[in-house]
């Protein structure tokens, strides 16, 4: 079976815009990568049940969320001045788009019209005080996703807050509830268990995974357990970048930049405690996006700076993961979509 996989992409040495490769089930192996549309510094990408695709994009000086037709045909471009947004996600229940604004700590909501083109709504800038790290020297929102509930949640990297949001029909978002992490965690990403009330939220600066249980009455997170991604005798820097969730709720995956590694974690009946099972290398360097496979047999991993994505056969029992490829090109990848 062929699955394919989109990549977005930086542009800033040799890449072009969002490439695909495929997966062959068959042979286990990467192949046939093609520049799918030209692309200024697509990083992260999201795709409506409709097959529109959103892009994260730089235009003319601008920065801001472009949208394609399933035929990969530019349909149009919303910036605005300043750096683009780092994340976006698709809400297909209130035909929206979301994105968050590193360099501006800012929350962005754009509305899907009929032909699948965007219009900007709504936005909201974050004000409150930073962490103690060097990156956090004013905030810088990393992620915008929607919980299960359909809430809208923010990452905060410089911040160290998590800020939960209802959203209006029309694309308009209240606070509700705002969780504030240790400091120096450097809040980038989060994901929900499948089938219980608790998130796994990755902080970049302190390498660390936080396990949060998440109150749909009023968006509120608890901390349960924090833990570190790195082996105990590394002491070298590092960023953490992904974070995914096995479709059953028992695995979480990490990848950390600067070990080059994925770190693996088994996750208990409750869904309370993680214990790290593997660390196994991705195979190059800066890994900052991975993903795994529709039916969670394989996971993809690209490194950035080495311009290499790297294979894995994921055992469904174990959790565990084996590099089964390694050293594909793939030019400055940073975003892994299985399409």
């Known amino acids: 079976m062929i699955q394919k996989i989109i990549l977005g992409t930086y542009t800033r040495r040799v890449s072009e815009g969002i490439y695909q490769i495929e997966l ?3 042979t286990e192996t990467l192949n046939n990568l093609q520049l799918v549309t030209k692309e200024t510094s697509p990083t992260y990408l999201a795709k409506s049940k409709e097959n529109y695709l959103y892009s994260v994009t730089s235009h003319e000086g601008e920065g801001g969320v472009s949208s394609y037709d399933p035929q990969s045909k530019l349909l149009n471009i919303v910036t605005e001045e300043g ?4 994340y976006v996600a698709v809400d297909d ?20 019209q009929n032909d699948g083109s965007l219009k900007a709504v709504a936005s909201i800038i974050h004000t409150e005080p930073t962490g103690p790290h060097k990156n956090q020297d004013h905030a810088h929102a990393h992620y915008s996703d929607l919980t299960p509930d359909q809430r809208l949640v923010v990452c905060d990297l410089g911040t160290d807050r998590i800020y939960t949001y ?12 705002v969780y504030v992490a240790e400091p120096g965690t450097g809040p980038r990403h989060l994901v929900f268990h499948p089938n219980k009330a608790l998130a796994y939220l990755f902080g970049e600066l302190d390498s660390s995974v936080s396990v949060l249980e998440y109150d749909k009455t009023d968006g509120s997170f608890t901390q349960k357990q924090k833990v570190s991604t790195l082996p105990a005798d590394f002491d070298g820097d590092n960023g953490g970048a992904a974070i995914r969730i096995s479709t059953d709720g028992r695995h979480l995956y990490a990848s950390n930049r600067g070990h080059n590694s994925i770190a693996v974690f088994a996750i208990d009946e409750a869904g309370t405690t993680i214990e790290m099972i593997q660390s196994i290398s991705t195979e190059g360097d800066f890994p900052r996006d991975f993903a795994l496979s529709s039916d969670d047999a394989y996971v993809v991993a690209a490194n950035q700076n080495s311009d290499n994505l790297t294979l894995y056969r994921r055992d469904a029992e174990t959790g565990l993961l084996v590099m089964i490829q390694k050293d594909v090109y793939a030019p400055e990848s940073v975003c892994v979509y299985f399409d």
């Open 24 to 26: 062959d089930t068959t």
């Open 83 to 86: 750096a683009p947004p780092c």
């Open 93 to 112: 229940n209130r035909q929206l788009v979301y994105g968050a604004n590193y360099h501006k700590g800012e929350v962005n909501t754009y509305a899907i």
């Open 166 to 177: 209802d959203v209006a029909e029309t694309g308009e978002i209240e606070e509700v509830a």
